[in-house]
């Protein structure tokens, strides 16, 4: 039996157990360690933070409830480490055969839970509302970085739709409402199928300051 802490992450609650906790722990001060003093430091933590816990939610379903080591283990492996994280050494001899397997091997995908398996170990797209883009609700440009198209073209066909009948005011009411809006770094980046590790979240959220930056100057 291993002891099992509550931990806080990204806006969710988690089991750890206590090695987890540890090791999780040692992460989050590298990250501290890296960006702390840096510009948009504290926007990148969180950001990392939130992807983190979104990982972590797919490895829970009803039967297991518990965050492992090996879960943490996987998890900064999809994210990738601070240039300060000293990675601490797995105890072999408390995990099982097929958990030192796991370890091991190169890393590819081990969710063990069917429902996030597709998503776990792979760019993840979903659709937004790109709210930082839009004319009225962000439906077509966020249908345009969903499928790589210029939202100009979603843009058309709704207009041709309206005058062929009417019917594009409803669906375009659907999709706003159904829809999430694409306000975290982690969903814009989920809306465009980019990878989410922590040098693309750093990258983007220097993006988004210097974008806001630029709106200060022009206002």
């Known amino acids: 039996m291993k002891k099992t802490v509550r931990v806080s992450l990204g806006g969710s609650v988690f089991t750890v157990e206590e090695d987890a906790y540890n090791y999780l ?36 379903d009803k039967v297991k409830q518990v965050i492992t080591y090996l879960d943490v283990f996987e998890v900064i492996e999809v994210l990738g480490k601070p240039e300060s994280f000293d990675e601490a050494k797995v105890n072999f001899s408390q995990v099982g055969a097929d958990e030192f397997d796991v370890i091991s091997r190169p890393y590819t995908s081990y969710s063990r839970n069917s429902r996030s398996e597709k998503r776990w170990n792979k760019r993840s797209k979903s659709i937004f509302r790109d709210v930082d883009n839009r004319v009225l ?10 499928f790589g198209f210029n939202p100009v073209v979603f843009r058309i066909l709704f207009v041709l739709l309206f005058f062929l009948g009417g019917g594009s005011i409803i669906i375009y009411g659907v999709l706003w409402v159904a829809l999430p809006p694409a306000y975290s770094v982690t969903q814009k980046m989920e809306m465009r199928g980019e990878s989410i590790n922590i040098n693309n979240i750093e990258n983007k959220v220097r ?12 206002f």
């Open 25 to 60: 722990l040692e992460y989050q001060k590298a990250l501290q360690n890296q960006y702390r003093r840096q510009s948009g430091g504290r926007e990148i933590i969180h950001d990392i933070e939130v992807r983190m816990a979104e990982l972590f939610n797919y490895k829970l």
């Open 137 to 146: 609700g962000g439906v077509c440009a966020g249908l345009g970085a969903y």
């Open 207 to 218: 993006e988004e300051l210097e974008k806001l930056k630029d709106k200060f100057k022009n």
